[in-house]
């Protein structure tokens, strides 16, 4: 079984910074390929951005130039630096492994997830 423990969130004001962190449990974690999903109260979980095992990365429109992903295998940790948050960046955000190492957006293709994380933006 793969744990994931999100840290990191916290309030911000609109055009702050904050970094999530997930540490993830287990020796393939370097196999794996990492997302960063978030949920807004009454909405669905949306893809925010993904890193592959070869560190391709891929965004969703919405964060592409504010929110930055990577990971650092030695620590078994993936990281979502967020600059210039907006209010409606406000939500739950949570990490998930795709252990067949694909890539992809969909939330149905990620094995593990982590318990999330809130990150509240005020205006």
């Known amino acids: 079984q793969v744990q994931l423990v999100e840290s990191g969130g916290g309030l911000v004001q609109a055009g702050g910074s904050l970094r999530l962190s997930c540490a993830v449990s287990?020796?393939?974690?370097?196999?794996?390929?990492m997302g960063w999903f978030r949920q807004a109260p009454g909405k669905e979980r949306e893809f925010v951005a993904v890193?592959?095992?070869?560190?391709?990365?891929y965004y969703a429109d919405s964060v592409k130039g504010r929110f930055t992903i990577s990971r650092d295998n030695a620590k078994n940790t993936v990281y979502l630096q967020m600059n210039s948050l907006r209010p409606e960046d406000t939500a739950v955000y949570y990490c998930?492994?795709?252990?067949?190492?694909?890539?992809?957006?969909?939330?149905?293709?990620?094995?593990?997830w982590g318990q999330g994380t809130q990150v509240t933006v005020s205006s």
């Open positions: 998930a492994v795709r252990r067949d190492g694909l890539g992809g957006t969909s939330a149905q293709n990620y094995n593990y």
């Open positions: 890193i592959s095992s070869a560190h391709s990365t």
């Open positions: 287990g020796r393939s974690f370097s196999l794996y390929t």
